[in-house]
């Protein structure tokens, strides 16, 4: 199984940016359609973005598009997730997880493999 690490967090003022980094081990991440979540603080864990094994194709909650980017480079078996014009409301654990199955999906249950999150903080 792979195992996944997420790194790259911090504390950003608002308007800042911040580009968080998923690195995989034990199995290429090639294998894998790569997402990412959030959770913040009393809320449910909610999807932010998703890569397909190829990089091909990408997806986005509507709240994030146009200010995060998500890519892979799979020759370094990692994913990023790139955030520009950071705003408090970004604040949160964000969590990289590995999904098997065909289809990229948005929902957590559809991912067999997370890392331990990274926390991000916003300040206004």
């Known amino acids: 199984q792979v195992q996944l690490v997420e790194s790259g967090g911090g504390l950003v003022q608002a308007g800042g940016s911040l580009r968080l980094s998923c690195a995989a081990s034990?199995?290429?991440?090639?294998?894998?359609?790569i997402g990412w979540f959030r959770q913040a603080p009393g809320k449910e864990r909610e999807f932010v973005a998703a890569i397909n094994r190829s990089g091909g194709r990408t997806y986005y909650v509507d709240t994030v598009k146009g200010r995060f980017t998500i890519a892979r480079d799979n020759a370094k078996n990692t994913v990023y997730l790139q955030m520009n014009s950071l705003k408090p409301e970004d604040t949160a654990v964000y969590y990289c997880?590995?999904?098997?199955?065909?289809?990229?999906?948005?929902?957590?249950?559809?991912?067999?493999?997370w890392g331990q999150g990274t926390q991000v903080t916003v300040s206004s």
């Open positions: 034990g199995r290429t991440i090639s294998r894998y359609n």
């Open positions: 997880a590995a999904d098997s199955g065909w289809n990229v999906g948005s929902a957590s249950n559809e991912y067999d493999y």
